[in-house]
């Protein structure tokens, strides 16, 4: 246990850091700046270079979501769920916590929105609340369609991780400009607490009943007998 939990907090770690550091230091630089399509993909690889990293040790979740998924598709055991998570938003403060210190070693750095999501006034596009909600719920729902689907028996061995860190690059690029994309309760925490502005007060719940929809979608429309057995 003290193995996957390090897997799963080194894993967090690296896609905060990682993916919210491409955003703080490298979106915006002076004519050289990476923008949504270099994040998208900044993301996309922290997951699936931690996949093929430490996802034999641990199951490469980094995402409370995606634990609460798996264990509802009956991939992962409940009794896991809260140290898993635990880990993952540990991983996750440590990270934003390391960023923080990067990001402010520059003259007149300005925390601002530091990678935070939102909707409405922190909203990047200003989109509404329920907007941002169904955005989260859906993107995450088909997040864990993709997970369960690219890890089944029936699915090529050795590509999941490639699929699952197109899946994130995709999902980034869409949802970027509504919620700066979360589908990740631990990566908005981890950045949240540094911001300033009030981000804090907009951590939600939209992942967890996206991943808790992607998983029933899966285990009783997708799945074939072997993969629900798996």
Known sequence: MIRRLSAEFFGTFWLVFGGCGSAVLAAAFPELGIGFAGV????????????????????????????????????????????????????????????????????????????????????????SMQAALLTEMILTAGFLVVILG?????????????????????????????TNTSVNPARSTGVALFAETGAQA????????GAALGALIWKYLLASGEDQAG
């Open 202 to 209: 907009q951590l939600w719940v939209a992942p967890l009943a």
């Open 40 to 127: 998208s993909l900044a993301f996309g690889l922290t997951v699936l270079t931690m996949a093929y990293a430490v996802g034999g040790i641990s199951g490469g979740h980094f995402n409370p979501a995606v634990t609460l998924g798996l264990s509802i598709a009956g991939r992962s055991p409940w009794k896991d769920l809260l140290p898993y998570w635990i880990a993952q938003v540990a991983g996750a403060l440590v990270a934003g916590a390391a960023l923080y210190a990067i990001a402010s070693g520059k003259a007149e750095f300005v925390a601002g929105g530091f990678a935070s999501n939102g909707f409405g006034d922190l909203s990047p596009g200003g989109y």
């Open 150 to 178: 690219a890890t089944a028996k029936s699915a090529p061995a050795g590509f999941a991780p490639i699929a699952i860190g197109l899946a994130l690059t995709l999902i980034h690029l869409i949802s970027i400009p509504v």
